[in-house]
């Protein structure tokens, strides 16, 4: 059967992507049910209409044998599978541990040798100000550290990247890989572990800053005593993981973190963390240029405590957001310069979805993220943060999709690059729930029929392009002025229900 499309309206298409199990390969390194999947996913193509998946490729899993002892034979198979079936791939370097977030329902450690290394050294992990540690992502202060074996933590990453290269050029060649998603952090996001369930945490908890380890205390010291303050210290005033942002000095009304101080702090804190996504983005960057293939990047979705006027939560994830000063626009500057996607989370959500005392406000979140990254001249992909199978979900989803609609005369003004399910069960098949689903990926397609040529929507990939110019602390405060948000229209005009 031709496809169907008014070229015009195909303009408007947001591809649909679907992620795959977290154990699809699971942590013997082994795929294990190759015909279940591949019945699914010829539903979700042939029946829906899905243009690709996203899947998780796990450090723990693929170098678990020892430095540089890589094994990629069960995620060759799966991905021939998915190219066989004329699927899209949006490939995760997940450096993080599975097992510890929300959602999680297996475990993949990160590899053994490493965590050898921190059991001489626990000051590898990122460590709260009580000194315990979190072992599901290395700390930024290693990146450059030649504790593993002789190589640094980016050395790593960027050498388990050119491997991943050279196993799967071929469909990176065909264009069957489009996306290289680089995890930078705990959940594969750019943020610190700020929020850990195994510590106790609970929504709507403030968290708690992952910087007392002592290469990263170093670094602080370092920094504070050249700016001429070799007198302060990292915060002892923030609370704990589940405080209440008025009960703690350091984010109560005109507390530490307004002072000069805290400021310092923050900006360090965050600052850090921009520059650690830079080094290893740009190591992608060196290895995939010339490839038609995206880079991308996870940003957390922390909308609760949005509405306090400290952004707490945020601040300890080392987003440092103000009314007065924006957290996101310096990411999506650093991103900029490497040609890569923001990947932003919670658009199923809802401000009234949480009780009034989280403070949460998703909406206008989401607004502020993909708004700064448009401003910046970037793609902007996203998925939604929690299971989710009915219209009310679905319909924000698509409004954050096109804030402002369809453009039946042409391409719209505000468009996200594509869209990513979260997650692909047995529950997405359920008769009710399917139908919904069928209709989510149509109204994602603008109402068009799926269409394989992504150049017809305007998404032809390019060749990687390295960058022209380096990030610097300047670019980093000029992104931070506060500009405003983009207006998004009341509701969808693509309704799943309408």
Same mark, same amino acid.
């Given at each position: 059967?031709?496809?169907?499309?008014?070229?015009?309206?195909?303009?408007?298409?947001?591809?649909?992507?679907?992620?795959?199990?977290?154990?699809?390969?699971?942590?013997?390194?082994?795929?294990?049910?190759?015909?279940?999947?591949?019945?699914?996913?010829?539903?979700?193509?042939?029946?829906?209409?899905?243009?690709?998946?996203?899947?998780?490729?796990?450090?723990?899993?693929?170098?678990?044998?020892?430095?540089?002892?890589?094994?990629?034979?069960?995620?060759?198979?799966?991905?021939?599978?998915?190219?066989?079936?004329?699927?899209?791939?949006?490939?995760?370097?997940?450096?993080?541990?599975?097992?510890?977030?929300?959602?999680?329902?297996?475990?993949?450690?990160?590899?053994?040798?490493?965590?050898?290394?921190?059991?001489?050294?626990?000051?590898?992990?990122?460590?709260?100000?009580?000194?315990?540690?979190?072992?599901?992502?290395?700390?930024?202060?290693?990146?450059?550290?030649?504790?593993?074996?002789?190589?640094?933590?980016?050395?790593?990453?960027?050498?388990?990247?050119?491997?991943?290269?050279?196993?799967?050029?071929?469909?990176?060649?065909?264009?069957?890989?489009?996306?290289?998603?680089?995890?930078?952090?705990?959940?594969?996001?750019?943020?610190?572990?700020?929020?850990?369930?195994?510590?106790?945490?609970?929504?709507?908890?403030?968290?708690?800053?992952?910087?007392?380890?002592?290469?990263?205390?170093?670094?602080?010291?370092?920094?504070?005593?050249?700016?001429?303050?070799?007198?302060?210290?990292?915060?002892?005033?923030?609370?704990?993981?589940?405080?209440?942002?008025?009960?703690?000095?350091?984010?109560?009304?005109?507390?530490?973190?307004?002072?000069?101080? $805290? *400021?310092?702090? %923050?900006?360090? @804190?965050?600052?850090?963390?921009?520059?650690?996504? +830079?080094?290893?983005?740009? !190591?992608? /960057?060196?290895?995939?240029?010339?490839?038609?293939?995206?880079?991308?990047?996870?940003?957390?979705?922390?909308?609760?405590?949005?509405?306090?006027?400290?952004?707490?939560?945020?601040?300890?994830?080392?987003?440092?957001?103000?009314?007065?000063?924006?957290?996101?626009?310096?990411?999506?500057?650093?991103?900029?310069?490497?040609?890569?996607?923001?990947?932003?989370?919670?658009?199923?959500?809802?401000?009234?979805?949480?009780?009034?005392?989280?403070?949460?406000?998703?909406?206008?979140?989401?607004?502020?993220?993909?708004?700064?990254?448009?401003?910046?001249?970037?793609?902007?992909?996203?998925?939604?943060?929690?299971?989710?199978?009915?219209?009310?979900?679905?319909?924000?989803?698509?409004?954050?999709?096109?804030?402002?609609?369809?453009?039946?005369? $042409? *391409?719209?003004? %505000?468009?996200? @690059?594509?869209?990513?399910?979260?997650?692909?069960? +047995?529950?997405?098949?359920? !008769?009710? /729930?399917?139908?919904?689903?069928?209709?989510?990926?149509?109204?994602?397609?603008?109402?068009?029929?799926?269409?394989?040529?992504?150049?017809?929507?305007?998404?032809?990939?390019?060749?990687?392009?390295?960058?022209?110019?380096?990030?610097?602390?300047?670019?980093?405060?000029?992104?931070?002025?506060?500009?405003?948000?983009?207006?998004?229209?009341?509701?969808?005009?693509?309704?799943?229900?309408?």
């Amino acid at each position: 059967m031709a496809a169907n499309y008014n070229e015009k309206h195909l303009l408007n298409y947001v591809p649909f992507y679907v992620m795959l199990p977290l154990g699809v390969v699971n942590v013997e390194n082994v795929f294990a049910n190759p015909e279940t999947l591949e019945t699914q996913l010829k539903r979700l193509k042939d029946e829906a209409g899905i243009d690709g998946v996203m899947v998780d490729v796990w450090w723990g899993i693929i170098e678990s044998k020892g430095p540089k002892q890589y094994d990629w034979n069960a995620y060759k198979t799966l991905f021939q599978l998915i190219a066989r079936l004329g699927l899209k791939i949006q490939a995760i370097m997940s450096f993080h541990q599975c097992g510890g977030n929300v959602g999680d329902v297996v475990t993949i450690p990160i590899p053994q040798w490493v965590h050898d290394v921190g059991d001489n050294d626990p000051d590898i992990y990122y460590t709260n100000r009580k000194g315990t540690r979190d072992i599901e992502y290395l700390s930024i202060g290693v990146d450059n550290l030649p504790f593993f074996a002789g190589r640094t933590a980016v050395q790593i990453y960027s050498d388990y990247m050119s491997s991943f290269k050279e196993n799967m050029l071929d469909l990176l060649k065909a264009g069957v890989i489009v996306d290289i998603e680089v995890g930078l952090g705990p959940a594969g996001e750019l943020r610190y572990p700020s929020y850990p369930e195994t510590q106790g945490w609970v929504f709507p908890g403030i968290g708690e800053f992952q910087c007392y380890d002592k290469y990263l205390k170093n670094d602080f010291k370092e920094a504070a005593a050249k700016a001429g303050h070799p007198e302060w210290e990292l915060p002892e005033d923030a609370g704990e993981y589940n405080d209440k942002p008025e009960e703690t000095e350091f984010f109560k009304r005109n507390g530490t973190y307004v002072s000069e101080e $805290g *400021k310092f702090f %923050l900006t360090w @804190y965050s600052n850090k963390l921009i520059f650690h996504g +830079d080094q290893i983005i740009g !190591e992608a /960057n060196k290895i995939f240029a010339g490839l038609k293939v995206n880079l991308a990047a996870k940003v957390s979705g922390i909308h609760w405590l949005y509405n306090h006027h400290s952004h707490a939560a945020e601040l300890t994830a080392g987003y440092y957001n103000l009314f007065k000063r924006d957290g996101y626009r310096p990411i999506a500057r650093m991103l900029s310069k490497h040609y890569a996607i923001l990947n932003f989370t919670c658009l199923e959500m809802k401000d009234t979805d949480n009780t009034a005392e989280a403070l949460s406000a998703p909406q206008e979140l989401v607004q502020q993220v993909l708004s700064q990254a448009w401003k910046e001249g970037i793609e902007v992909a996203g998925e939604n943060a929690l299971e989710t199978y009915g219209a009310k979900g679905y319909n924000q989803i698509l409004l954050n999709a096109r804030p402002n609609g369809v453009n039946p005369n $042409g *391409k719209p003004k %505000l468009r996200m @690059y594509g869209f990513t399910y979260l997650r692909l069960s +047995d529950t997405v098949f359920q !008769e009710n /729930n399917f139908e919904l689903f069928k209709k989510l990926v149509r109204k994602m397609h603008a109402d068009q029929d799926y269409c394989g040529d992504a150049a017809k929507y305007g998404h032809e990939i390019v060749p990687l392009k390295t960058p022209n110019s380096q990030l610097t602390v300047e670019d980093i405060a000029d992104a931070s002025q506060p500009s405003g948000a983009f207006k998004w229209d009341s509701e969808t005009d693509m309704k799943v229900d309408g």
